[in-house]
C-alpha cells in the first residue's frame, strides 16, 4: 500500500526520512494523552487527537522503515 511513496526514492530523502525524531513536547502531550487514556479520563477531542497521533506515529514508523531499507540495499549494491 505505501510501497508507491518509496519509487523514486533519493538517498538523501531517505537519510533525512530515517533521521526524524518527535520532539520532547510531542513526547510529553503522549504521555500525558496516554495516562488519560489509561485512567479512563480523556475527553472526546483529546482521544482524536491521541489517536491521530498513534495513527500518524505508526506511518512515520513505516515510512522509516521503507527508508532504512532503501538505505541498506543502496549500500549493498
Given at each position: 500500500?505505501?510501497?508507491?511513496?518509496?519509487?523514486?526514492?533519493?538517498?538523501a530523502?531517505?537519510?533525512?526520512?530515517?533521521?526524524i525524531?518527535?520532539?520532547?513536547?510531542?513526547?510529553?502531550?503522549?504521555?500525558?494523552?496516554?495516562?488519560?487514556?489509561?485512567?479512563?479520563?480523556?475527553?472526546?477531542?483529546?482521544?482524536?487527537?491521541?489517536?491521530?497521533?498513534?495513527?500518524?506515529?505508526?506511518?512515520?514508523?513505516?515510512?522509516?522503515?521503507?527508508?532504512?531499507?532503501?538505505?541498506?540495499?543502496?549500500?549493498?549494491?
Amino acid at each position: 500500500m505505501l510501497a508507491p511513496l518509496s519509487e523514486g526514492m533519493t538517498e538523501a530523502y531517505a537519510r533525512r526520512l530515517a533521521s526524524i525524531q518527535g520532539d520532547e513536547q510531542l513526547a510529553d502531550e503522549l504521555d500525558r494523552l496516554a495516562a488519560r487514556e489509561s485512567a479512563g479520563t480523556i475527553t472526546e477531542e483529546e482521544r482524536r487527537r491521541y489517536d491521530t497521533y498513534v495513527h500518524a506515529g505508526s506511518l512515520i514508523s513505516v515510512l522509516q522503515a521503507q527508508a532504512r531499507l532503501f538505505l541498506k540495499q543502496t549500500a549493498a549494491a
